[in-house]
């Protein structure tokens, strides 16, 4: 069975600052995709990144940065500088070949509170 | 480029009813997925369907089903309405090219079940 822990239920922090959400997963297969996805309070959920199993180099994308690390299953995010419109709640989720590739396992989420 | 759209956005029912929740891929994508959010259970996969075959089925009770129309839009469809019920119904859709699982997401419906 495949697993996404997200540990950090909420997080506020005030602009400016950097700011880094957990995720750690579980899976038995040896080729997987890893996803961050943002929901704002719209509802509707953002595609921020994926990463295959086999590319464990870290990605910066502006003000995002991503640590993949296989050794501790972990694949972390960090803001830098955060913004007030960073407030949303983050999903950390993982996919693999067992359950079908367009099956996400969703961590619980990270709200997110960045305040001026 | 048209997102995914879904509809009724927002919708209240009573237990015992049904209710049957619509949504339309972006143009191309043959992959359309369904998932449950609530509070206490967060995002759970309901079921995914492709070329109007199920190709995957989640954990739940036979009162939920989809089905999938030769446009690729989809309907998921829930009978005998109970409390539990009550969530944010996502869907979402991709190309299905490489089959990796990304997934372009609607807004969601929102239903609430008294």
């Known amino acids: 069975a495949q697993k996404v822990t997200q540990a950090q239920t909420e997080i506020s922090v005030v602009e400016k600052e950097d700011v880094t959400l957990d995720c750690v997963y579980e899976?038995?297969?040896?080729?997987?995709?890893l996803f961050w996805y943002k929901q704002p309070p719209s509802g509707e959920l953002v595609f921020l990144i994926r990463?295959?199993?086999?590319?464990?180099q870290n990605e910066i994308s502006g003000r995002y940065s991503w640590n993949f690390q296989k050794s501790t299953s972990s694949f972390n995010f960090t803001i830098t500088a955060s913004q007030v419109v960073d407030s949303a709640v983050y999903f950390c989720?993982?996919?693999?070949?067992?359950?079908?590739?367009?099956?996400?396992?969703f961590g619980k989420g990270t709200m997110l509170l960045v305040s001026p | 480029k048209a997102g995914v759209t879904q509809t009724p956005r927002y919708l209240i029912k009573t237990r015992g009813q049904q209710v049957t929740l619509s949504c339309s891929p972006i143009s191309g994508h043959r992959s359309v997925s369904w998932y449950q959010q609530t509070p206490g259970q967060g995002l759970q996969f309901l079921f995914e369907?492709?070329?109007?075959?199920?190709?995957n089925k989640g954990n739940f009770p036979g009162r939920f089903s989809g089905r999938q129309f030769s446009n690729s839009r989809s309907e998921m469809n829930v009978s005998t309405l109970e409390l539990g019920d009550s969530a944010l119904y996502l869907c979402?859709?991709?190309?299905?090219?490489?089959?990796?699982?990304?997934?372009?997401f609607g807004e969601g419906s929102r239903l609430t079940v008294l």
């Open positions: 990463r295959n199993s086999f590319d464990e």
């Open positions: 899976t038995r297969d040896t080729t997987y995709y």
């Open positions: 369907y492709f070329s109007e075959t199920q190709r």
């Open positions: 979402a859709s991709s190309l299905d090219k490489l089959n990796t699982g990304e997934l372009f």
């Open positions: 989720a993982l996919s693999a070949p067992n359950s079908g590739y367009s099956t996400l396992t």
